[in-house]
């Protein structure tokens, strides 16, 4: 069952920007870990970014650090995904999920995902 919706992805120019959003509904949003993941055409899924309950801790990939930030509203139900200084090498389809867990392990361990938002940076 697909409990998030993500949106905000689409195409930008080298060094533009996006934010993405990821809309939980029907459950409550500070029960769980959340972790933005992407795909890239050919490659495998890779984490870029995770945070915690709380929002007091969070995580990057290191090929994002310094572009990337994640935040959270939890009265709001909805986690951010804001990129900065795009490169075409973030071209890809981003994911938001949801674990129990704290941040970090693979993909596999994350319970719940969206559907997807596709991110296209290209000149």
């Known amino acids: 069952q697909t409990q998030f919706v993500e949106s905000g992805g689409g195409l930008v120019q080298p060094g533009g920007a996006l934010r993405l959003s990821c809309a939980a509904s029907g459950f409550t949003l500070d029960y769980y870990t959340i972790g933005w993941f992407r795909q890239a055409p050919g490659k495998e899924r890779e984490g870029v970014s995770c945070?915690?309950?709380?929002?007091?801790?969070?995580n990057y990939a290191d090929a994002v650090k310094g572009r990337f930030t994640i935040s959270r509203d939890n009265a709001k139900k909805t986690v951010y995904l804001a990129m900065n200084s795009l490169k075409p090498e973030d071209t890809a389809v981003y994911y938001c999920?949801?674990?129990?867990?704290?941040?970090?392990?693979?993909?596999?361990?994350?319970?719940?995902w969206g559907q997807g938002t596709q991110v296209t940076v290209s000149s």
């Open positions: 945070i915690s309950r709380s929002g007091g801790s969070t």
């Open positions: 999920a949801a674990r129990f867990g704290p941040c970090g392990g693979s993909w596999s361990v994350y319970n719940y």
